[in-house]
């Protein structure tokens, strides 16, 4: 019998029981339901939330898990900071034989334990959009150059911002600080023209510009609460960054609420189809676009390559990972400044 069997082993069976478990004991938010008899290998994606960018990255892996002759298993936590949720999703993945894990991490250096587990029991695992710290923890990692997303962004701000007095509020995402809040964060300074201070910590910029950072969840009432709190504590806020375009959303109604609407600039990344919807109508005057469907199409295709025998998975040029690509969105192109406008956009935006 075949390592790969002797994985599936028992999975039928238990693949049901595991669901239940893992809705109800680690509060997951959705899983996908196997028939009895179905010995294709078992693949999970466990997701940070049910965001529209999660339910687009679970569509392509779908699809693709149907093309290579997987059975997908999908799972998601409550919150983008639920990572008990997926410690528990990974170890109920490992015991229902699952030969494959891919995995948006809502905590960099927490799952690390869980994913070493897993691998220990000979489970491969490719991380998704939000890097591990470090990379080398998983098998492989497919994800989008946050540090680019923001650098983008930051540099379009610059160019934008020419002759003008910048007072910047900085939305992030979560206490813990995870890779990619810090990436994205310090990418969007370094496009600015911001001094760093610790490569590894948010808020720790040395510039009068930077007015203050506060923390979204990554969703639009954590966006709406932070910019009020920011605009209070100074009202001359005339530049805004945020970690996704559904905090943006909420800065903008807070900024819309103050009678401000117009006088802010908003810069943000993600490229879902409402945030594009978002730059053609001006409440975001620019985005970083990625591509979360093939992060997981390209682990699916990595893992498929893993279990026919083959190498492991190369990264891109000066990365410990593989760049999915990001594109910068905006209907107010700079000199010098590679963009796309809203309408392709809108051809190419997810969710």
């Not at 005339?238 to 609407?261: C, F, M, W």
Request: proline share 5%; with cysteine; glycine share 10%.
């Amino acid at each position: 019998m075949t390592a790969l069997h002797r994985r599936r082993r028992g999975s039928v069976i238990r693949t049901l029981a595991v669901c239940v478990v893992a809705l109800l004991s680690a509060g997951l938010a959705a899983c996908s339901s196997t028939s009895a008899g179905n010995d294709k290998p078992l693949v999970g994606l466990i997701t940070k939330t049910e965001d529209p960018y999660y339910v687009s990255m679970r569509k392509g892996a779908q699809e693709e898990a149907d093309k290579l002759g997987f059975r997908l298993q999908s799972l998601a936590g409550k919150d983008q900071s639920d990572n008990d949720a997926q410690v528990q999703a990974i170890e109920n993945l490992v015991a229902s034989g699952a030969v494959g894990i891919l995995i948006t991490p809502s905590d960099s250096e927490g799952i690390l334990p869980a994913i070493k587990k897993a691998r220990d029991a000979g489970v491969w695992v490719a991380v998704l959009d939000s890097p591990t710290n470090p990379t080398s923890a998983a098998d492989a990692t497919f994800a989008t150059d946050n540090t680019k997303a923001g650098q983008l962004i930051g540099e379009w701000a610059k160019s934008a911002f020419t002759g003008k007095d910048p007072h910047i509020a900085m939305l992030d995402l979560a206490p813990s600080q995870p890779a990619v809040d810090v990436q994205r964060d310090q990418g969007f300074l370094k496009g600015f023209g911001i001094a760093l201070g610790d490569p590894n910590k948010i808020g720790d910029e040395k510039s009068p510009e930077v007015v203050g950072h506060e923390v979204t969840n990554a969703n639009e009432e954590g966006g709406r609460t932070a910019m009020e709190k920011l605009l209070q504590k100074d009202p001359s806020i005339n530049l805004v960054y945020t970690i996704n375009e559904p905090a943006a959303a909420g800065a903008y109604q807070s900024i819309k609420d103050a009678g401000r609407a117009g006088a802010i600039t908003v810069v943000s990344i993600d490229g879902g189809c409402t945030g594009v919807k978002n730059v053609q109508q001006g409440l975001i005057q620019a985005t970083s676009m990625q591509f979360p469907k093939k992060m997981a199409t390209e682990a699916l295709q990595a893992l498929k390559a893993h279990l026919d025998g083959g190498k492991k998975v190369p990264t891109s040029a000066g990365l410990d990972y593989t760049d999915t690509g990001v594109q910068l969105i905006t209907d107010t192109p700079m000199p010098g400044i590679p963009s796309r406008d809203s309408a392709w956009g809108l051809q190419n935006c997810w969710g």
